[in-house]
């Protein structure tokens, strides 16, 4: 039997018949005058002082299983080890205000937390397109304005031009309608991010090219870009469609600006035409000229219409997107971010364990079997 077999029991005399009989079969045959020694220091000590030998020789008490002499230092170790890990951690949640870091400290709620993350990029990218369509809204509506003016002054002309009894008075006006059309061709060549305003779909950087004559006057006018429309999403499952092209000639899709066939819209052919008239003083052709600007004047005023309803669900759909965006970005902090109190009140209750768990270790560690003989 060795040291490690000796059982120790609180019952009287059971107890130092336990150690001797213990210390017998350890010693005697061996060196019966350290067994007798030590048998006589046994007997001399306290109950204490027996139980610590035991303790120390891992025997059993009390039914107790048989610890090994390096568990406690193993157990305080890793004690230590995780108090200050949790201490670490909570210390961070309190500087940084984010209780989620890595999927390890909530898994559930890191999960959702990225859900939500990509529920807000994504609506970061429709409040982008709603921005971007409204900056673009403006420009073809300060495009179009503009574009109106020319007409509205050319109708003017036109019919001024009833009245006109001088060759001299002919040429200004048609003077005045030669830049009315250069004017307007400026116009419909304007740009929006380095792509063509009314160009459609096509990429173009300038939507209409004029032909010259000898003398570099406009005699007609060709479209570059195309009748389509691009769709952008606005929100959620939404895509919104604002592009206004230049010309269509076809018989379906989108109506053309400045030239389209379906509602009689020609606006720089229609210009071309009154100049010339105008240069040559044909009077008969200025009722008719007359009333092809008043059907290019209804076509902005459609195109207004159609512009101010559009601006008018752009600025429903930003408003809805800021409020799901404030919304997401809620839930996210309510799932990531620390709450400071309880994270104070949870760092001072493992500080205290920690030194709670050092000065035991201390006290327990520094006993030893020699302090009692």
């Not at 740009?191 to 096509?202: R, V, Y």
């Not at 929100?235 to 076809?250: K, T, Y």
């Not at 759909?317 to 996210?332: D, P």
């Amino acid at each position: 039997m060795s040291v490690e077999e000796i059982v120790v029991t609180h019952r009287g005399r059971q107890t130092e018949n336990c150690f001797r009989w213990g210390w017998n079969r350890v010693f005697y045959g061996k060196n019966p005058s350290i067994s007798g020694f030590l048998e006589t220091v046994f007997r001399s000590v306290s109950f204490k002082v027996k139980f610590l030998v035991a303790v120390v020789c891992n025997c059993k008490y009390f039914d107790v299983v048989r610890v090994a002499q390096s568990t406690f230092p193993d157990e305080l170790g890793r004690t230590v080890n995780e108090l200050t890990v949790r201490q670490a951690r909570l210390q961070t949640q309190a500087a940084t205000g984010q209780r989620i870091r890595n999927a390890e400290d909530d898994p559930s709620a890191f999960l959702n937390v990225l859900e939500l993350q990509g529920d807000f990029q994504r609506l970061g990218q429709y409040s982008d397109n709603v921005a971007k369509l409204q900056t673009r809204s403006q420009s073809i509506y300060a495009a179009s304005s503009q574009l109106k003016k020319m007409t509205d002054r050319a109708s003017e002309l036109a019919t001024a031009a009833n009245s006109i009894r001088t060759k001299d008075d002919y040429g200004t006006y048609a003077s005045e309608v030669n830049q009315l059309l250069e004017n307007a061709l400026a116009l419909a060549n304007g740009k929006d991010s380095n792509e063509a305003l009314f160009g459609g779909t096509s990429g173009v950087a300038t939507a209409f090219e004029a032909v010259r004559d000898a003398d570099g006057n406009i005699t007609s006018v060709a479209y570059k870009g195309n009748s389509k429309v691009r769709q952008v999403d606005i929100s959620a499952g939404v895509s919104f469609a604002l592009d206004v092209p230049g010309a269509n000639e076809s018989t379906s899709g989108p109506r053309g600006l400045l030239k389209d066939d379906r509602a009689g819209v020609d606006v720089f052919g229609h210009l071309i035409s009154l100049r010339d008239a105008l240069k040559s003083g044909d009077k008969s052709a200025f009722t008719g000229i007359s009333k092809s600007l008043m059907k290019d004047e209804t076509g902005f005023i459609e195109s207004f219409a159609s512009l101010g309803a559009a601006q008018s669900r752009l600025e429903v759909a930003a408003k809805q997107n800021s409020s799901e965006s404030i919304s997401t970005n809620q839930l996210i902090s309510q799932e990531s971010d620390a709450d400071l109190a309880q994270t104070l009140v949870e760092l001072n209750q493992l500080q205290s364990a920690y030194s709670a768990a050092l000065q035991s270790a201390g006290k327990i560690l520094k006993i030893s079997l020699l302090d009692y003989i």
